[in-house]
């Protein structure tokens, strides 16, 4: 009886602590992958008939959903919930008054520019505390993702078939792209739990030491997080803008340093 007694207790107890965990709002890209001509008009075009398999996203949506979704992993985030966009976003948010949130659009596309074809994602991040309460706050930042440019020409798309083809260098890096972004998703849910004056001092590109293939970053830029071959810097323009850029494997370094 005693046993039965201390269970009775502990589930009581269980249901006097809610799951104060933010949630996680996902709306990810809608259609295909398309091709982005850097410094043109921002129209976009389909990708060359010789680029294009059966999967028109080249299974980018199902990689991330996947990747967000897994039983198995210990997320920092109470639900996930899967949107169609920003305004459906924000009729979820309205539903959840009181507890805080994680809201992450995401586009991604191919963008040419000279002789190479790069994989981009952008999210547009906000973080909203108290939601619909008189003391509600966003915080918007906008995160761009970039993979390692693949030399090729959408021109004579037939030399690059095997590089684009099915299970192909650009289907890596596209799979691999849903496992970056879901851990950086997972960083940034988890600090939403913790307050400021806790969170961990960033080190900058300069004092770590790293150097990714980026123009306009300096040594001085704060280093938000990092991964194998890659880094995740907040720099100038927009103030509060993200970029995940992969690091230059020559010792030249950032613009600064």
Not at 130 to 136: G, M
Request: charge should be neutral.
């Amino acid at each position: 009886m005693l046993v039965g007694l201390m269970l009775m207790s502990a589930a009581s107890g269980t249901e006097l602590s809610p799951d104060v965990r933010p949630v996680l709002i996902l709306a990810p890209p809608q259609g295909g992958l398309l091709l982005h001509h850097a410094g043109q008009s921002p129209d976009k075009r389909p990708l060359p008939v010789a680029w294009r398999t059966t999967e028109p996203d080249r299974g980018f949506n199902q990689a991330l959903l996947m990747q967000l979704d897994h039983v198995a992993a210990n997320w920092p985030w109470r639900t996930l919930i899967v949107s169609t966009g920003a305004a459906d976003s924000e009729t979820h948010l309205q539903t959840l008054a009181g507890q805080d949130a994680v809201v992450a659009v995401v586009h991604d596309e191919l963008v040419e520019g000279g002789s190479t074809v790069q994989f981009h994602v952008t999210l547009a991040l906000t973080t909203v505390r108290a939601i619909a309460t008189a003391h509600e706050r966003r915080v918007h930042t906008p995160v761009e993702y970039f993979a390692t440019g693949l030399a090729a020409d959408s021109g004579r798309p037939r030399r690059q078939r095997v590089m684009f083809g099915k299970d192909g260098p650009l289907d890596d890096q596209v799979s691999t792209a849903a496992v970056d972004l879901s851990q950086f998703l997972a960083l940034i849910v988890a600090r939403v739990s913790v307050p400021d004056n806790l969170h961990p001092h960033n080190p900058t590109l300069g004092a770590l030491g790293l150097h990714p293939a980026c123009a306009e970053c300096r040594a001085s830029d704060p280093v938000v997080y990092r991964q194998p071959g890659r880094v995740w810097v907040r720099v100038g323009r927009p103030p509060g803008r993200i970029l995940a850029l992969p690091l230059r494997t020559s010792k030249a370094g950032p613009r600064g340093s």
